[in-house]
């Protein structure tokens, strides 16, 4: 379905579309592992540029280092 949603993955998703999305992990606080996080799904239209903008990397060309990662 389309609007805010939390999958059976217990993701939290923005679906406005069909199509490319990005996949942003935020870590919880005091947190001490990578994999205690938030995670939240959105569609977008160009995903690599908005993680690019997430990385602060926007108008770079290397996009092999993603810390927010591309749903393509």
Same mark, same amino acid.
């Given at each position: 379905g389309w609007g805010i949603r939390m999958n059976l993955r217990g993701e939290t998703g923005y679906i406005e579309r069909n199509g490319p999305a990005v996949r942003? &992990? @935020?870590r919880k606080p005091n947190s001490g592992t990578d !994999?205690? /996080?938030?995670?939240? @799904?959105f *569609? /977008? =239209?160009?995903? $690599?540029r908005v993680c690019l903008i &997430? *990385? +602060? !990397? !926007? +108008?770079e060309a290397d996009t092999s280092s993603f810390l927010a =990662?591309?749903? $393509?």
């Open positions: 942003l &992990f @935020v !994999e205690d /996080c938030w995670i939240y @799904v *569609n /977008c =239209k160009d995903p $690599k &997430f *990385n +602060g !990397e !926007e +108008g =990662k591309s749903d $393509k």
